[in-house]
């Protein structure tokens, strides 16, 4: 089975912070993602990659960056953590043009 | 207009009917289709995938393309209280990367 492993369930961060939600997948899977969950709103993408040290801009990614170093983990960074970002935080990753296999998330409260 | 539509619900069906899920599209180049099912509280679970138009069978649920109009359901037959979740339509549009596009959802109560 696939495994996506976001490294923490519950997170709570004060205003200002620097952030690191950590992913990882098991699968060699070339394409990685990270979404934002809030009610109403759906899944919005924050970013993705389709490679080591490759990166494109979602549709939300002010305030956020990403890292991907090595194949199997992605990062994304809160430069400076605001309460607008709170928020669940879901990790996907997919092989090329299949589907997303996510993360069980990770919900931050910034305050 | 949003990239992918859904409507929002709640679709309130009772047990051991059957289920309509919709999802319009605008990109009219997209080419693969997803739903996914997410429980309160936790990540989403894929059910079922679809390329090409027409139907595709998977026990009690049944995914429909029509490209032209641009629209994929899904479609889940005797409905069970478990059933009860959000369904997302996500879409691919295609090119050289594999972004998936999401709805907002449509969640379904199902009634004992």
């Known amino acids: 089975d696939v495994k996506v492993t976001q490294s923490s369930r519950y997170l709570v961060k004060r205003t200002g912070e620097k952030v690191f939600l950590e992913c990882v997948q098991d699968?060699?899977?070339?394409?990685m993602f990270w979404y934002r969950q809030d009610p109403g709103l759906g899944l919005r993408l924050i970013y993705f990659s389709y490679d080591v040290k490759m990166k494109e801009k979602g549709d939300i990614p002010e305030g956020y960056s990403v890292s991907r170093e090595k194949k199997e983990r992605f990062s994304l960074i809160l430069e400076s953590a605001s309460t607008n970002q709170t928020s669940m935080y879901l990790c996907?990753?997919?092989?090329?043009?299949?589907?997303?296999?996510f993360g069980q998330g990770t919900r931050l409260t910034v305050v | 207009q949003k990239e992918v539509e859904q409507n929002s619900g709640p679709l309130s069906v009772p047990e051991g009917a059957i289920a309509s899920l919709n999802c319009t599209y605008s990109?009219?180049?997209?080419?693969?289709f997803f739903w996914y099912r997410q429980y309160s509280g936790k990540s989403p679970e894929l059910i079922m995938f679809?390329?090409?138009?027409g139907d595709k069978e998977d026990g009690r649920f049944t995914a429909q393309l029509n490209k032209a109009s641009q629209y994929v359901s899904l479609l889940i037959r005797d409905s069970q209280p478990s059933d009860s979740a959000t369904y997302l339509c996500a879409v691919n549009p295609g090119g050289a990367t594999n972004k998936l596009i999401f709805g907002t959802g449509t969640l379904l109560a199902v009634q004992p």
């Open positions: 990109d009219r180049g997209s080419q693969s």
């Open positions: 679809i390329y090409s138009n």
């Open positions: 996907a990753s997919s092989p090329l043009r299949t589907e997303a296999f």
């Open positions: 699968m060699d899977h070339e394409n």
